[in-house]
């Protein structure tokens, strides 16, 4: 599986932007989008499953964020509005192709393959 995302820049706290992830080869499972803000650890933003259901999301980032997926396309979206100046970070796609148990998914360990990264600058 190869995933490529994209859609980052610099964007005014209050704004929006919408990321993009391309994926490539087998099916999988379950995609998600993860963070990493200079000097933290990377994080859990949200998750959606292959199979349906409800996404899942980190308490930051509910009600703001929304995560959805293109099966036509193959392609993977975050949309985000009411951006903080905390939510700057590099985010990344990630892919899961074997069994989804919900809770690992915020466990950056469960997941298979991972994007290159796209910068997210909130400027306050």
């Known amino acids: 599986v190869q995933l490529q995302a994209s859609g980052g820049g610099l964007v005014q706290a209050g704004g929006s932007l919408r990321l993009s992830c391309a994926a490539s080869?087998?099916?999988?499972?379950?995609y998600a989008w993860f963070r990493q803000a200079p000097g933290k650890e990377r994080e859990f933003v949200a998750a959606?499953?292959?199979?349906?259901?409800?996404?899942y999301y980190a308490d930051s980032v509910k009600g703001r964020f929304t995560i959805s997926r293109d099966r036509a396309k193959r392609a993977l979206y975050l949309q985000m509005t009411s951006l903080k100046p905390e939510d700057t970070a590099v985010y990344y796609c990630?892919?899961?192709?074997?069994?989804?148990?919900?809770?690992?998914?915020?466990?950056?360990?469960?997941?298979?393959?991972w994007g290159q990264g796209t910068l997210v600058t909130v400027s306050s």
């Open positions: 990630a892919a899961r192709v074997n069994r989804v148990i919900p809770m690992y998914l915020p466990m950056d360990a469960y997941y298979d393959y």
């Open positions: 080869g087998r099916t999988v499972d379950i």
């Open positions: 959606i499953m292959r199979s349906g259901g409800s996404p």
